[in-house]
C-alpha cells in the first residue's frame, strides 16, 4: 500500500471552503474505519470526523453542520469537506486509518499521514 498523503490544504479566509483528500488504495478490509484529524498550534492532535466500513459517520461537535467525511470507493479516496471554515480550524490536518473501535480516537489509529496546512483568516 501507499503511503497516505494529504492534499486540499491552502489558505481561506472566513466563511470560505476547502476539501481535502487523501487516496486509501490497499487500506480497506473487512472492518476499518478512516478518519481526519488536526493539529492546532500548541495543542495535541484531536478527532475531527470519521466514518467506517458501514459508512457510518461520526464528527466533533466543533465541526458538527459544517465539515462533512466521504469515501468514494470507485477512486480509493477519503474526503473531507469543510465549508463555513472559521480561524479556530486552523490546524495541520491528517487523514487516518485504524482497524478497531472509531477513528475519532487516535488510540484506534494504523496509519497517519503526513498532513496538511489549513489556514483561516479572519
Known amino acids: 500500500r501507499d503511503q497516505l498523503v494529504e492534499s486540499g490544504g491552502?489558505?481561506?479566509?472566513?466563511?470560505?471552503?476547502?476539501r481535502l483528500s487523501c487516496?486509501?488504495?490497499?487500506?480497506?478490509?473487512?472492518?476499518?474505519?478512516?478518519?481526519w484529524f488536526r493539529r492546532a498550534p500548541g495543542q495535541g492532535r484531536a478527532g475531527v470526523a470519521a466514518i467506517d466500513s458501514n459508512k457510518s459517520t461520526t464528527y466533533a461537535d466543533s465541526v458538527k453542520g459544517r465539515f462533512t467525511i466521504s469515501q468514494d470507493n470507485a477512486k480509493n479516496t477519503l474526503y473531507?469537506?469543510?465549508?463555513?471554515?472559521?480561524?479556530e480550524?486552523?490546524?495541520q490536518y491528517y487523514c487516518a486509518v485504524g482497524y478497531g473501535g472509531s477513528c475519532l480516537s487516535s488510540a484506534n489509529i494504523a496509519y497517519w499521514g503526513q498532513g496538511t496546512q489549513v489556514t483561516v483568516s479572519s
Open 23 to 35: 487516496p486509501v488504495s490497499g487500506y480497506t478490509a473487512a472492518y476499518y474505519c478512516m478518519g
Open 80 to 87: 473531507l469537506q469543510m465549508n463555513s471554515l472559521q480561524p
Open 10 to 18: 491552502g489558505s481561506v479566509q472566513a466563511g470560505g471552503a476547502l
Open 89 to 91: 480550524d486552523t490546524a
